[in-house]
């Protein structure tokens, strides 16, 4: 998953991109809310962690404006106004979630995983094709007539992103979108040495290549 993170303080920001780079996620940080509304146009994001208290245009402005142009990426609010009425108004005004400032990042995580739960229309907290499956929480993955294995946080961003649209081909370019942030290195051969370590671990089967188009995972296994 893509995330684009809104913080303006320094020190959480580093925090936040590192633990979420830790956890998998694909990081783009950006510091203001023009920033924000400038990504958002030109990125497609799975995901945003929005600060409120933002230098310039305001966190709640971004929220409000990206919802104006009916842009339906989940937002997760993250702040320090803990007024009811701001929870109010930041819910009505199209956040998924809320949460204060302090938090822990593991409850942070969670909230990002029951975000992307309901936006895909799956309650289930596992990703499944029918035979394969993998534990977004725990990073295991486990396919049959083998052992569940723990993936590295590339691996698992990767089979997530095939996870999540069982039957659907996704581009290099789409993959390595879900993989990487912004500054990070991606080597020329970079997917193909991922889905080369999945099949290790998972079976050569477990994801398929269409030459010129891209790869999928089956949609019933």
Do not use: C
Request: hydrophobic residues 40%.
């Amino acid at each position: 998953m893509r995330i684009l993170l809104v913080e303006d303080d320094r020190m959480i920001g580093e925090a936040l991109e590192s633990s979420l780079r830790d956890a998998s996620y694909a990081v783009d940080w950006v510091h203001d809310g023009d920033a924000a509304l400038a990504a958002a146009t030109t990125q497609r994001y799975d995901l945003v962690l929005l600060d409120l208290g933002l230098p310039g245009k305001d966190g709640m402005d971004v929220l409000k404006q990206l919802r104006r142009r009916d842009d339906p990426v989940p937002v997760v609010i993250i702040t320090a106004r803990d007024a009811v009425d701001n929870r109010i108004e930041g819910l009505d005004a199209g956040a998924d979630d809320y949460v204060l400032k302090p938090f822990q990042m593991s409850e942070l995580l969670a909230r990002m995983r029951a975000v992307a739960r309901r936006r895909t229309g799956n309650a289930s907290p596992i990703l499944t094709n029918g035979s394969l499956t993998l534990d977004p929480a725990t990073h295991l993955a486990t396919a049959p007539d083998r052992p569940p294995v723990t993936l590295s946080n590339r691996e698992f961003a990767l089979l997530r992103a095939l996870m999540e649209r069982p039957g659907a081909l996704l581009s290099r370019r789409e993959l390595e979108d879900r993989v990487y942030g912004w500054g990070e290195e991606v080597e020329s051969n970079a997917v193909e040495f991922l889905i080369h370590g999945l099949r290790r671990k998972l079976g050569a089967e477990t994801i398929k290549n269409v030459r010129g188009a891209g790869w999928m995972v089956s949609r019933s296994g």
